[in-house]
């Protein structure tokens, strides 16, 4: 069982230049999130999806754009990656209990991206 | 405002001295509070939820207890093996309540 799955697991980019994140979820979660861990910092919420189809902004959504075309997979993307997005980000998921968010997280391994 | 405060930042055991994390919080309605375990390099990984205050759970050496305003995550006897990050996340009534984690306590136990 693959759980949740990141790609790619390492990326240096220049500024300027930009890239998309993927995660994959093999649990039939209605939730995902996208977060970003910086020291420091702690986690905090980029963007999130409440299910196919369905987009919202986090804690920290300016420079990111998220979609979700299919129920398993949510994308991150930079369009214009600037140094100030050099971090870790997290991919999770979860599921429903009694028509809300359990709020219990499965994370991904972690993407660790560079912009120099 | 911080909603969700850890302390210690960093906290350094000998194996076999326990002690306690502590995770103060401020929201105006607590739907559940949680801890989760992080590995280096890894994704934090979920251990307790917790509702409402007197409420406690365990798993192993590990016992986390709510209050009105704080989580006590307590740690006895550890071990090497329980060297780790331990986050606190709360999740409010609110809209489609998600999480919002602390910055974690650091822990390392040392044989």
């Known amino acids: 069982n693959a759980g949740v799955t990141q790609t790619p697991k390492f990326r240096v980019l220049k500024t300027g230049q930009s890239m998309t994140l993927l995660c994959a979820q093999d649990m039939n979660h209605e939730y995902m999130y996208w977060y970003r861990q910086d020291p420091g910092m702690g986690l905090r919420l980029i963007h999130y999806s409440v299910g196919e189809g369905t987009t919202a902004k986090g804690e920290v959504p300016d420079g990111y754009n998220v979609s979700r075309l299919k129920k398993q997979n949510f994308l991150l993307g930079l369009e214009s990656a600037a140094p100030s997005q050099t971090s870790v980000y997290f991919c999770?998921?979860?599921?429903?209990?009694?028509?809300?968010?359990?709020?219990?997280?499965?994370f991904g391994e972690g993407s660790r991206l560079t912009v120099l | 405002e911080d909603q969700v405060t850890q302390s210690p930042e960093a906290l350094r055991l000998q194996e076999g001295e326990s002690s306690s994390l502590n995770c103060s919080y401020t929201v105006s309605g607590l739907r559940g509070l949680f801890w989760y375990r992080q590995d280096p390099g890894k994704g934090p990984e979920f251990l307790f939820t917790?509702?409402?205050a007197g409420e406690e759970k365990e798993k192993e050496r590990l016992k986390a207890t709510l209050t009105k305003k704080e989580s006590f995550l307590h740690i006895t006897a550890p071990k090497p093996e329980d060297s780790a990050t331990y986050l606190c996340a709360v999740q409010e009534f609110l809209g489609y309540s998600t999480l919002t984690f602390g910055k974690g306590t650091m822990l390392l136990v040392s044989p």
């Open positions: 917790l509702y409402s």
């Open positions: 999770a998921s979860s599921y429903l209990a009694g028509g809300s968010n359990t709020g219990e997280l499965f």
